[in-house]
């Protein structure tokens, strides 16, 4: 008799993390997927957001209009308390614009109405584990790359949102990038960075936005640039794994970025 193992079927994660996403993007659970090791899951739920197409098309620039849809009841209720009756350990919400459109206090606002449909689960979304990271990392002086599909009134919302919590955005804007997500990679959006932001010297800079293809610039831009690289799905992951008391799966992921060997503060925690 031989002892063969069994091909691993996904069942034994010891941490599954929910992500509500676009129904047409698949940039969230891709990204998360690639980031998190194998003992962790990832498992999407998703709204019809307006200014998506079939196939993943958009416009040049996404409608504001949509933006604040999205997060609008009841369909992010329903979505969030569907994907929180799973035997999941933490949820997070993969969009980043609603956050730039409703400030602070809106934000604030949504995380308090999305209480009763977690089942006591811990939530975070891009904005909010941003920040997290910013803390985290000691970063006040930060810029902000935002998809080519957001205009600049909506990056300039971005930098307003930051501002209100104390952050010192020193640029901000979308990147100069075909307005298509599959367009970007890894190379020419380090090289926007690399051209237009480094010379602000920044602590730490946040490419929003989570459909945007961002998770393999950060290791090489950090050792090349020499300030913190934080995008939209490498921090939702961060913050969702300390969220659901998985700090040493965190701590074990050592090629997206130095976040991973942060700890939040507060709580953050």
Known sequence: MTNATS???GWDASTRIGVVVPHADVGPEAELQAVAPASVSVHGSRIHFAAMRAGGEMDEKIPHDPVRAFVEPPYLDQAVELLAASPLHALTLGFTSSSY?????GERELY?????????????????????????????RI???????????????????????????????????????KAITPDNLSQ??????????????????????????????EAELGFHVVTANQVILWHALHLAGAADTAYGIEDYGHLFATTPKGEDA
């Open 101 to 105: 459109v409703l400030k602070a206090e």
């Open 143 to 181: 810029a902000v790359v935002n998809p080519p599909w957001f205009d600049d009134k909506l990056s300039g919302q971005g930098a307003d949102y930051f501002r209100e919590f104390g952050y010192d955005v020193v640029h901000h804007g979308p990147c100069g990038l075909p307005s298509d997500q």
């Open 7 to 9: 091909p691993t079927d």
């Open 112 to 140: 308090e109405r999305l209480r009763p449909v977690t089942r006591d689960l811990p939530i975070t979304g891009t904005t909010k584990a941003a920040r997290a990271a910013f803390d985290a990392l000691g970063a006040r």
């Open 192 to 221: 926007w960075i690399r051209t237009t932001v480094a010379e602000h010297r920044p602590d730490a800079v946040l490419v929003a936005g989570n459909g945007i293809r961002a998770v393999g610039t950060i290791k090489p831009l």
